[in-house]
Every structure is written in C-alpha cells, then in structure tokens.
C-alpha cells in the first residue's frame, strides 16, 4: 500500500464538494442576514469608512485562521496562538530597541521566535505523545508568562515607516495586511487542494494508525503543521504591533478563542479529517462583521463576549451535527 491509498483509508482525498458546497451556501446566507441586520439598524454599517476598518483588521484572526484549520484537520488543536503572536511582537521590539538589530531583521527573527515554540508544540504531541489540547494549554501559559518576563510587563513604542506599512500601509487603496492575507489563503488553498502533502492531512485527520500503515510520516506531517500554526500566528502579530505601532506582552488575548470559533464555524470538523479554508475565511469575515455591528450599535462589551460564546457554542453543535450524519451515511454505504 502506497501513501496515496492512505488518502481511501483514512478520508476522502479531499472534503467532499456536496458538505463544502452546503456549508459555504450556508455560511454566505448567515453573512448577508448580519448584513442585511446590522444595515437596519445603524446607518453607518455600509459607510465606506467602515468597510475599509473590516476589511483593514481581518488579516490578524484571518492569517492564524490558516494555521488552525491546518492543525484541526489533522485532528489537534492549537490554544497557544495568541501567547505566540504577543512573543513575536515582545522579541521583535526588544531585539530592535535593545538589541540594535534592523527592524527587519528583528521582525524576522520574532517570527521565528514563534516557530520555535511550534517546534516544541509538534515535538511534545508526536513523540512525547501528549494530547494537544494538554500541550497547548501548557504553552499558552507558559510563552505568555516568557513575553511579560522578556518584557518586564512594559509596553514598547515601535515608530517605523516601512515596519508600520505592513498594517498599516495600502496598495491602490486595499490594505497591504489583507493582501498578504489573501496570498497566503491562495497559496494554501493549492496545498490542501492539489498537493500530496494537503492529502496526506486529510488522511490522518481521518485515521492516524491507518496513514501509518500506509506508509504516511504522520508524526513528520505533524510537527509540520505545529510549526506553520505558529509561524502564521507569529505573523500576525508583526501585523498587530505594526498596526498599533507598540507591542505589549498582553496583545492578542482570547485571540486562539476567536480563531478556533471562525475555523469550526467554516466547517472544520473537531474531530479531524475535514475543512476547507474557503469556508474558514467566512468563518473569520462573519466573526469580524459580528464584531463590528455590535460595536456601531453601542453594545456593551460584556454582551459582545456574550455573543462570541453563543457563536462557538453553536459552530461547535453543528459540528456535532456534521459529524453524526456523515457517520450515518458511512453506515448505509
């Protein structure tokens, strides 16, 4: 049996198109319903103003998004994201003010700050054999706490005017953050689409022991996608302190809550073994619309986080939903 017969034994080569097409036609209803909702009932919703600030924030939980989606599909689960964006800000402001490297060079090796700590995420769940969610919560306390030591809990200034272009800058009036963030959907999308490697994903999403016995490195594929969760996330946060032009060891708080949300409301299953990053990208779109009615209708913050819980709850049961009748029609097949 070869690694490409995984792909049979373990899940479909890719999610079917008939569940994609159901879940995408529903997610864009939901869109236009909040839409159609948020435009009744203030004024400014539809404000060009306003659709540039959508679309100008959507990078940050958009771009961390596509790593998430990469590691539910395999099966695991991510909860340090957000920790790891705030270190990757916190070491790019410490390595450029203190250190007197390039900004550049700080951002880049802030980045990699980050994918270390997805290195040591994919090394504990492979070959320590730790469940990811334990793995994970460890690590959201533990980089979260580093990035307030390194930082002696202080906020740093970073005014810069090629650094602050990254989210703050535009090209013919679309936000460069956005752009960056559309070219890596599209580049992941041809990943999961039409790559081995995206296949592979599926399959041990799908069933771990059997892409083992079909020759897959699933423990190499694993610590490849713990890897890329935290160079996405790391990403984002050189977006988050570019935009705000400071970084601070408390960014990004509640961020991997926010990105789980979008993802499982896009149609990735908890259980592994099927998503798409079309359906994430809604995800993120309807989450960030959401966010931005409730705040042009003046509704307390506390019922925003209110809303927030009542949409993972719900993402989450139609999960529950998704996964009950597909094993219904494995059944009568």
């Known amino acids: 049996m070869t690694s490409s017969d995984a792909v049979s034994v373990g899940a479909p080569r890719r999610p079917r198109f008939t569940d994609d097409r ?28 306003n659709l540039d600030t959508i679309t100008s924030t959507l990078a940050i939980v958009g771009i961390t998004a596509i790593g998430m989606t990469l590691v539910l599909i395999t099966g695991g689960v991510d909860l ?6 705030a270190l990757s800000g916190v070491v790019t402001s410490l390595l450029w003010l203190k250190g007197g490297l ?14 270390l700590v997805g290195l040591i995420n994919g090394g504990i769940v492979t070959y320590l054999k730790i469940n990811p969610l334990i793995t994970t919560l460890a690590t959201f306390s533990i980089v979260r706490g580093l990035a307030f030591v390194l930082s002696e809990g202080q906020t740093n200034l970073l005014s810069n005017e090629a650094f602050n272009f990254i989210g703050r800058g535009s090209i013919g009036g679309v936000p460069f953050s956005l752009l960056l963030m ?85 149609g990735t299953s908890l259980s592994g ?4 990053l079309i359906g994430t990208i809604m995800g993120v779109i309807i989450l960030r619309t959401l966010d931005n009615g409730l705040v042009l209708m003046q509704v307390s913050s506390f019922f925003q986080d209110v809303a927030r819980g009542l949409v993972l709850i719900l993402a989450v049961g139609f999960d529950q939903i998704r996964l009950k009748l597909s094993r219904i029609q494995r059944r009568r097949a």
């Open 22 to 49: 159901l879940t995408t036609l529903s997610l864009i209803a939901v869109f236009v319903a909040l839409c159609l909702f948020f435009g009744t009932q203030t004024p400014f919703f539809f404000s060009s103003a």
């Open 80 to 85: 340090s994201v957000g920790s790891v964006a």
């Open 102 to 115: 390039p900004l550049g060079l700080s951002a880049v090796l802030g980045v990699g700050a980050g994918g």
């Open 182 to 266: 559309i070219a890596l959907y599209l580049a992941f999308l041809f990943i999961l689409r039409y790559t081995q490697f995206g296949r592979n994903l599926y399959a041990i999403g799908g069933s771990p022991q059997a892409s083992r016995l079909a020759g897959i490195p699933v423990s190499r594929h694993l610590l490849t996608v713990y890897v890329i969760s935290a160079l996405l996330a790391s990403l984002s946060g050189i977006i988050n302190v570019s935009q705000l032009a400071s970084s601070a060891p408390r960014a990004a708080v509640g961020l991997e809550f926010t990105v789980i949300t979008a993802v499982v409301l896009g």
């Open 273 to 276: 073994g099927k998503g798409t």
